[in-house]
């Protein structure tokens, strides 16, 4: 089975640290894709990747970048963490450009930012 | 932009009984996919079924099946013979090949014995 890890399940991050949350995927996907689930607004796209060193911006994008130095590795950073930022996020990985199967989604990392 | 909306943002039903999750999109294109996905309380979000537009054919697996009409750009998802663990977040996606989805708000569903 495809399997799509998230580093953390929690985290608890301080208003203007930098915070990085790591995916990794295990199935060579060529694409990477992080969204951000909050209760009422469903899932957002904030950026997403159809290969290495490759990055698009989602809908979004702002207080967010990100970095894919590896095919099977796709970090999100907030540069300086606000409480806005406080929220569910969701990686997921999907195994070439068309949608035939969907997306294999990690198990979240719920950041809280005080 | 294209967007996918969930109407019912709670949804209960009855152990046994049938239960249907409405979603409508907007596109003006012709060829793309639609999914439901689940999130139980795990987190993990679990593929329950998807449809090609073309296929004028309604997707089915198991006790999930879905009404697709493309014209009224509607997917509803029904659940039939309902399960305490269909007790879930449903969320409703649309996506064309060579794109990314786009997520509807989400429907939390309650199963009561």
């Known amino acids: 089975d495809v399997k799509v890890t998230q580093s953390s399940r929690y985290l608890v991050k301080r208003t203007g640290e930098k915070v990085f949350l790591e995916c990794v995927q295990d199935m060579d996907h060529e694409n990477m894709f992080w969204y951000r689930q909050d209760p009422g607004l469903g899932l957002r796209l904030i950026y997403f990747?159809?290969?290495?060193?490759?990055?698009e911006k989602g809908d979004i994008p702002e207080g967010y970048s990100v970095s894919r130095e590896k095919k099977e590795r796709f970090s999100l950073i907030l540069e300086s963490a606000s409480t806005n930022q406080t929220s569910m996020y969701l990686c997921a990985s999907s195994l070439t450009r068309g949608l035939n199967y969907g997306y294999t989604f990690g198990s979240g990392t719920r950041l809280t930012v005080v | 932009a294209q967007t996918v909306t969930q109407s019912q943002p709670e949804m209960s039903v009855q152990e046994a009984e049938t239960v249907t999750l409405s979603c409508t999109y907007d596109t003006s294109e012709s060829d793309y996919y639609l999914f439901w996905y689940k999130q139980p309380p795990s987190r993990q979000m679990i593929l329950v079924i998807r449809q090609e537009a073309y296929k004028q054919q309604n997707a089915t697996e198991n006790r999930f099946s879905v009404n697709f009409q493309k014209a009224a750009k509607s997917f509803s998802l029904k659940i039939s013979d309902s399960q305490l663990g269909d007790a879930a977040m449903y969320f409703c996606?649309?996506?064309?090949?060579?794109?990314?989805?786009?997520f509807g708000e989400g429907t939390q569903l309650t199963v009561n014995p």
């Open positions: 996606a649309w996506g064309t090949s060579g794109s990314r989805l786009t």
């Open positions: 990747s159809y290969d290495v060193k490759m990055k």
